[in-house]
């Protein structure tokens, strides 16, 4: 049993500052250091790192970002061979700036991801055959994305969806063919059109997103904990409590951990305390991939926190 991530990888470029800068202000930051990244290359190495065969599709420039990307994701056990090292353009960066209460802002220049298209997704078929599930972000081309969810879906395999970067265009015909669909606040609300900040109003997202057509639905409020919604069960999982340095890539922990859970046979509920789990631990370390734990790690902690699902 595998899975499939179709997805960005970035090298990040990461600013350290006290707060986040007004527009038109400068600011003196205290750190600087490049981390490797991508929503779906942190997806990808969360998954493996918790010990599942997984598969990564995508695209990095042929220049030295793109080297040590893939150097980083094969040390941590991704299966890169259908990554494809594009001549023409350079390996996709994000620049994050870390403010000290651990909020980040990211602006991505996708560079080799946003080359990404038909010819990927076409790579992707074989590995249909032993996958448990595909994770797709919104980090590369939406047509491709959504060509792959269609692929998916035919093969009989599951389509997880982290609807980020947040987007308000994902078309209607896309929802029908995802699965789980994990979308954060920010990301609920632009899908759904409504403030999204509460369990409450997290539920209420949850019917509108499953009306359209997905059958379970896991909001992340982040600090607040997860709202998770499916056809006869509605729960929510207050968040662990930790003391959070960095939020970058918490989403992506959380996606990662609970296709894991799943893959390898845990029911809903328990996939979801993973992902809470691997989010909160991420949220302790810096940076994107340097922050994603292991198996033996989880487990720990998994012990030492006890769980209160409402
Ligand atoms: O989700 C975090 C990721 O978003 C970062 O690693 C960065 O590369 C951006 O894609």
């Known amino acids: 049993m595998s899975l499939i991530v179709f997805g960005s990888i970035n090298l990040d470029l990461v600013t350290k500052t006290p707060r986040l800068p007004l527009p038109g202000e400068s600011l003196t930051g205290h750190n600087f250091f490049t981390a490797f990244g991508g929503k779906g290359a942190n997806q990808?190495?969360?998954?493996?790192?918790?010990?599942?065969?997984?598969y990564m599709v995508g695209r990095v420039g042929n220049d030295s970002f793109g080297q040590e990307l893939l150097g980083s994701l094969q040390e941590s056990g991704v299966i890169c061979d259908r990554v494809f090292l594009d001549p023409s353009i350079h390996s996709g960066v994000a620049v994050i700036t870390v403010e000290d209460s651990g909020e980040n802002t990211i602006i991505l220049v996708p560079g080799a991801n946003g080359q990404v298209n038909q010819?990927?997704?076409?790579?992707?078929?074989?590995?249909?055959?032993?996958?448990?599930?595909?994770?797709?972000?919104?980090e590369v081309p939406l047509p491709a994305?959504?060509?792959?969810?269609?692929?998916?879906?035919?093969?009989?395999?599951?389509?997880?969806?982290?609807?980020?970067?947040?987007?308000?265009?994902?078309?209607?015909?896309?929802?029908p063919l995802v699965d789980i669909i994990t979308p954060n606040e920010t990301e609920a609300s632009l899908l759904v059109g409504f403030p999204v900040n509460s369990p409450e109003t997290a539920a209420k997202a949850a019917k509108e997103l499953q009306r359209r057509g997905v059958e379970i639905v896991l909001v992340t409020l982040g600090a607040k904990g997860v709202f998770?919604?499916?056809?006869?069960?509605?729960?929510?999982?207050?968040?662990f409590s930790v003391e959070a340095i960095d939020t970058v890539a918490a989403g992506d922990a959380f996606n990662g951990a609970i296709a894991t859970a799943?893959?390898?046979?845990?029911p809903l509920r328990e996939a979801v305390?993973?992902?809470a789990a691997a989010g909160a631990l991420a949220t302790t370390k810096v940076g994107a991939q340097s922050s994603l734990c292991d198996r033996a790690t989880l487990e720990k902690f998994l012990a030492e926190h006890p769980v209160n699902i409402l």
């Open 44 to 54: 990808a190495v969360m998954a493996a790192r918790l010990g599942m065969m997984t």
């Open 119 to 138: 010819t990927d997704v076409a790579q992707i078929n074989p590995l249909f055959s032993d996958a448990f599930a595909l994770l797709l972000q919104l």
């Open 145 to 175: 994305v959504k060509a792959a969810a269609e692929n998916a879906r035919k093969a009989g395999v599951k389509v997880i969806l982290d609807p980020a970067p947040a987007q308000v265009n994902v078309p209607a015909d896309f929802y």
């Open 228 to 239: 998770c919604a499916t056809k006869d069960d509605d729960f929510f999982l207050p968040a």
């Open 262 to 266: 799943l893959a390898t046979g845990l």
């Open 273 to 275: 305390v993973w992902g």
